[in-house]
Every structure is written in C-alpha cells, then in structure tokens.
C-alpha cells in the first residue's frame, strides 16, 4: 500500500569563514508513495510521523525532505506535519525541513 525511504546523514556544516565545521546529524525522507486507492486514510501522515519519531529517537538534530513546488496537496501535508520552507533546489522543488529538537 506505501512505500518509504529514509536515510540518517551526518554532515559538516561551516557555520562562518573563521569557525570550525560542525557536524548536524539530520533524517532524510527521500521517497513517499501511497497507493492511489490507500490515499486519504492518513498513512501517509503516520508515516512521516514514525520516521520523525525514529529520528528524534537517535538524536538527529533535523528531519528533510524535498517536494515539487506545485504539489500543493503534498507541500499541505508537510506543513500540518510541522515542516516548513527551508530552500528552493533545482528543478522546481523545495527542501522542507522540522527540527526535532527545541533549538
């Protein structure tokens, strides 16, 4: 009915020119699907919410994903999800990111 891919990345982050990197540990939802006939049921949302959680769970500082810009059905999900607009990528996509922690 659903598949899902995630990935947990640690990568370094130069925070300006004269200080040291430091390493943000973030999740990253790399694919979504949900059967046509599954959709509206929530399983998406219930998806994305495990992944959060596992995420939180290990201590990733940040959980991102990426969307078409013109998928506004998806992008609406995300942001009742908690998710906001983080950056506009290549090819007509946004990253969206949650932090998973209060900082």
């Known amino acids: 009915m659903a598949l899902m891919v995630l990935h ?31 959709r509206r049921n929530g399983i998406a949302s219930q998806l994305i919410q495990s992944a959060f959680d596992w995420a939180k769970e290990r201590n990733l500082d940040e959980f991102i994903l ?10 609406n999900l995300y942001q009742t999800l908690g998710f906001k607009d983080d950056c506009t990528i290549s090819n007509g996509r946004i990253r969206m990111k949650r932090r998973t922690t209060k900082n």
């Not at 004269?18 to 599954?38: F, M, R, S, T």
């Not at 990426?66 to 992008?75: A, F, G, L, S």
């Open 8 to 38: 947990a990345y640690n990568i370094k982050k130069r925070l300006s020119n004269n200080e040291e990197n430091d390493v943000i540990p973030y999740a990253k939802l790399n694919d979504l699907y949900v059967l046509p006939q599954a």
């Open 66 to 75: 990426n969307v078409y810009e013109k998928n506004k059905t998806t992008r």
